[in-house]
């Protein structure tokens, strides 16, 4: 009896390694904000950028939705933000639960999950102001794998490959390559905020009450400015005014929903859910405490924005030329 032996090379798309972003993604060179106008702020809720793999195929069927992304993009060309703010959840890390049972197929998603995230971000830096600022609230999602490490493997928790390092190597930032685009990141879920001006400010989010428009309301009868959430992924809006010795002041909470798909493929508490998609923009001047929140439903990959229709587009081809991941593989 012969037997020979040959070495298989395995495929590292199919159950690829997590490392950092490779792709460089250009950011306009910096200038100075512009001063006394209007200024505008624009909220990209909840993406939970991720994937189902099919066992069989290897196929990796995205809980996103690119159509949305591809909004979002649309709308910083056209509103040229002062200021965009991604309000976390950007990322799903399915397979870094240790809270809920992860199902098989969701295995080795990160590696791809983190390229395409950071592809999309790096196009929204593309189109942007060189004054745009960039803020990336932590959600309960990212703060996955800060759990897992430290429940599981806590001699990797807070590792970094030298000395010189800012970051940890198993970190979202650091994955995501977000000072390379030059996008803030806040830390520390819950707790973490960010505020725009000295009456607005941005949270992840924590409530959460059944029924539309019951959060928002809830956040703000606790609230004395206003306050843009995610986490809820509905689209909710409400508003409450205060009477000082300065006048009125009528702070809102508010919700844009989220950029995740609808139709069942995104883990819930039942695959129909009271979910809706969109985007927030906030209007405001320094100093002032006066503000506009308006909130931008998305419906079926299509949107409506100062007059225009615009239709979003999935750009695979384009992701996979850019970043060299074949996201569409089958066996």
């Known amino acids: ?32 904000t512009p001063t006394g106008e209007l200024r505008t702020c624009l909220v990209v809720p909840d993406s939970q950028n991720g994937y189902r793999r099919e066992y069989e195929t290897g196929y990796l069927e ?98 970094k490959a030298s000395a010189h390092d800012d970051l940890p190597m198993l970190s979202v930032p650091k994955l995501l390559g977000l000072d390379d685009l030059g996008v803030e990141y806040i830390e520390g879920y819950p707790d973490c905020e960010w505020w725009l001006t000295d009456n607005v400010k941005f949270t992840h989010g924590t409530v959460v009450r059944g029924g539309g428009g019951k959060t928002s309301s809830s956040v703000v009868a606790n609230s004395n400015v206003t306050q843009g959430f995610g986490h809820i992924h509905r689209l909710e809006l409400s508003s ?21 798909r609808l139709d069942g493929v995104v883990p819930g508490f039942k695959k129909k859910n009271d979910w809706q998609q969109g985007l927030g923009v906030v209007t405001y001047l320094d100093d002032d405490p006066h503000h506009q929140v308006d909130l931008i439903p998305i419906s079926e990959g299509k949107m409506f924005l100062q007059g225009a229709a615009l239709e979003g587009q999935s750009r695979l081809s384009e992701l996979i030329e850019d970043t060299g991941h074949w996201f569409e593989r089958r066996r």
Request: charged letters at 20%.
């Open 62 to 159: 995205p809980m996103h939705d690119r159509r949305c992304w591809d909004l979002a993009v649309q709308a910083a060309q056209i509103l040229r933000p002062n200021v965009v703010v991604l309000l976390g959840d950007m990322l799903d890390l399915g397979d870094w639960s240790d809270r809920f049972v992860t199902s098989p197929d969701m295995y080795y998603t990160t590696q791809p999950s983190v390229i395409e995230l950071a592809w999309w971000i790096g196009r929204l830096v593309s189109v942007c102001p060189p004054w745009t600022k960039f803020v990336y609230l932590e959600g309960n999602h990212e703060q996955r794998m800060d759990r897992a490490l430290l429940k599981h493997i806590p001699a990797a928790y807070g590792l």
């Open 1 to 32: 009896v012969k037997a020979q032996l040959v070495k298989i090379v395995a495929d590292t798309q199919e159950f690829p390694p997590i490392q950092p972003v490779q792709f460089k993604v250009s950011r306009p060179k910096q200038a100075a």
């Open 240 to 260: 409450k005014t205060r009477h000082s010795r300065k006048g009125m002041v009528t702070n809102f909470a508010f919700s844009p929903g989220c950029i995740a």
